[in-house]
């Protein structure tokens, strides 16, 4: 397969370096992405250039992945207006461990394989470096015209700049073309790719290559992924949408995904699935025909959600979705895992009564309207039972004196009490 066809067909190219086509197609080639180890988690901000780095392992080549513990020590202006904190060598060697677990997911890192994938950090080689060699060795070969002439160095010291920018910041392109320099002669990498907004730091990599080891290396970038709207992509009202599912449930994971425009999703599916083109087609006539079914966001969903939780967790996530859909049945609803119950039912309101109410029985009216104020009064409860409009656990309840016992509560822990057809509530007994 031809890496760069395949990456143009999906809209993951914005600039590429001239020879690069030509380079991948005359023989194995090792490329890097670096990865600011920033937190133990991945976010899916990350996923456009590990789809890059999958693609390309696909396609035969190999790929490395760069945790930026020395550069993650210092903060990467381009992009943004303010330095990051820093972090210390501890918290570096953690993330690294979550990070690499969670790259598994989409890259082999089988040692025997010729193209198996492999991380490095960048603090394994920099830490040894003195500022004084370190002028000497590599400082020497840039000018600061060159660095000057970068657009992340520009805007930050242009007259909208307040904060201007620390010697740290503008001396990051040098470490990271440092980076490439290092990976070219120990692991003879010819190729770094990342977002747009890293073409600056990439090329002084190229021309550090060019001017020390009289050595060719290319520079491979994707678009920064938008939203239709204009809105931030993977950012949600509870911030970031993350792959570890202690940070973002796979219920809320997958209900990002299903939740994306018509516009987005014909973008998405190209970018973070590995579906092909004539499957991504079939899809969007698919959506054109009948845009209320929603198969690319569905597709989509699956896609992601199956590479990063696995099958199970999506099937469950599908069935929670249900939930609020009223299709679901007691039996799904009993299936569904604690963390998954909650992440559906979050902001709904709780209630927490005594668990021992439900050894010998309570019944339905005095937990509702008494025990707990799902109900105002017991009238109201009665006549609304009597209406068919109140369900526990999905099942209607057609009777005023039924009794609720330990065996009804999900997880050994909740009752579901549904009122009319939008209004939830959570009685969870402790």
Not at 158 to 185: N, P
Request: overall charge negative; aromatic content about 8%; some cysteine.
């Amino acid at each position: 397969m031809n890496f760069v066809e395949e990456l143009n067909w999906r809209g993951m190219i914005h600039d590429v370096m001239p020879g690069t086509e030509e380079q991948l197609q005359k023989e194995m080639t090792s490329a890097y992405v670096g990865i600011d180890p920033t937190a133990d988690s991945l976010h899916i901000g990350h996923l456009v250039s590990v789809m890059m780095l999958k693609h390309f392992q696909t396609c035969g080549h190999k790929p490395i992945v760069l945790v930026g513990g020395a550069t993650g020590m210092i903060g990467d202006p381009s992009g943004k207006s303010a330095e990051r904190n820093l972090l210390d060598e501890a918290t570096l060697r953690k993330n690294q461990d979550g990070l690499k677990k969670q790259l598994a997911l989409f890259l082999d890192f089988d040692s025997s394989l010729d193209n198996g994938a492999e991380m490095v950090n960048n603090y394994d080689w920099m830490k040894e470096f003195s500022f004084l060699d370190f002028i000497r060795d590599v400082g020497k070969h840039i000018t600061v015209n060159y660095m000057m002439a970068k657009d992340s160095v520009k805007k930050r010291l242009g007259a909208d700049s307040k904060a201007g920018m620390s010697f740290t910041e503008f001396t990051y392109q040098l470490v990271q073309g440092y980076d490439f320099l290092h990976l070219y002669k120990d692991k003879n990498c010819r190729l770094q790719m990342g977002g747009s907004d890293q073409w600056g730091n990439i090329t002084t990599g190229t021309e550090m290559i060019r001017r020390i080891e009289r050595g060719e290396a290319f520079a491979l970038t994707c678009p920064l992924i938008t939203k239709a709207d204009g809105g931030k992509f993977g950012k949600t009202e509870s911030g970031n949408v993350w792959l570890d599912p202690e940070k973002t449930s796979p219920y809320h994971f997958y209900q990002f995904w299903m939740n994306t425009s018509d516009a987005d999703a014909e973008k998405y599916i190209k970018i973070f699935t590995m579906l092909s083109k004539e499957e991504v087609e079939g899809l969007v006539n698919e959506q054109n025909d009948a845009p209320h079914l929603r198969p690319l966001q569905k597709r989509l969903a699956e896609e992601v959600t199956v590479m990063v939780h696995g099958q199970e967790a999506y099937d469950s996530a599908v069935e929670a979705s249900q939930i609020l859909f009223g299709k679901s049945t007691t039996e799904a609803l009993r299936k569904i895992d604690e963390r998954t119950l909650l992440a559906v039912f979050e902001g709904v309101p709780q209630f927490t009564v005594d668990k021992a109410l439900f050894a010998e029985g309570i019944n339905i009216v005095d937990l509702l309207a008494e025990k707990t104020e799902v109900f105002p009064s017991k009238g109201e409860l009665r006549r609304t039972i009597k209406g068919g409009g109140v369900s526990v656990n999905k099942e209607k309840v057609s009777d005023a004196e039924i009794s609720m016992d330990a065996s009804m509560l999900l997880n050994d822990k909740y009752l579901l009490v549904q009122k009319g057809k939008k209004n939830y509530f959570l009685v969870i007994a402790e």
